[in-house]
């Protein structure tokens, strides 16, 4: 079902860039399958340009993947090699919306997610947080979106096994995006 700007109170058409001091993009994957390791991109984009109708607004975004912080310095490393980010190849996971929808309460980003040079389709389920005017006057909106890929499709498929049986990692990575934006004038 098509989103309206009735369901978004505020809703301004314009072009809108990150607020990165107030976003985020972590991720969490399976850990010899007893835990999970979870880690953040420390360097990332985003341009929302918001259309007279919502369901015509785009959204990309572009993460650094070498930018990878898992808080662990030597995992970074091999995160930023071939076995996974392959950094030195494809440097950036890029993402680009092709549309906006709604299903009962829940909110729908579809769109193109490249990483490694492969390009899939994925839906990010969303919460919007709303649109304000900030103490500085500047217009800002919130959102936050989770998304679980399978990184296999993605070319990522360095594993190990573990002595008791069973792999190393799993194979879903949920991504989740905190993000604020700013309209700009």
Do not use: C
């Amino acid at each position: 079902m098509s989103v309206t700007t009735d369901m978004i109170p505020g809703y301004v058409a314009g072009t809108w860039t990150l607020d990165p001091a107030h976003s985020e993009v972590s991720f969490s994957v399976r850990h010899l399958a007893i835990s999970k390791v979870r880690g953040t991109f420390e360097k990332f984009e985003v341009t929302v340009v918001t259309a007279d109708k919502p369901e015509d607004s785009t959204l990309t975004a572009s993460i650094d993947v070498a930018s990878v912080n898992t808080n662990q310095p030597q995992r970074d490393e091999h995160l930023r090699t071939s076995d996974f980010f392959a950094v030195d190849e494809f440097a950036t996971m890029d993402f680009v919306s092709t549309g906006l929808r709604h299903d009962g309460e829940d909110f729908y980003l579809d769109g193109d997610l490249t990483l490694r040079g492969v390009t899939k389709p994925v839906s990010i389920k969303g919460e919007f947080g709303g649109i304000i005017t900030d103490g500085y006057g500047q217009t800002k909106a919130g959102a936050s979106g989770t998304v679980k890929i399978n990184r296999k499709d993605f070319g990522v498929n360095w594993n190990a096994a573990i002595e008791g049986g069973g792999l190393t990692l799993g194979d879903e990575v949920t991504v989740t995006i905190e993000g604020q934006v700013v309209l700009q004038k």
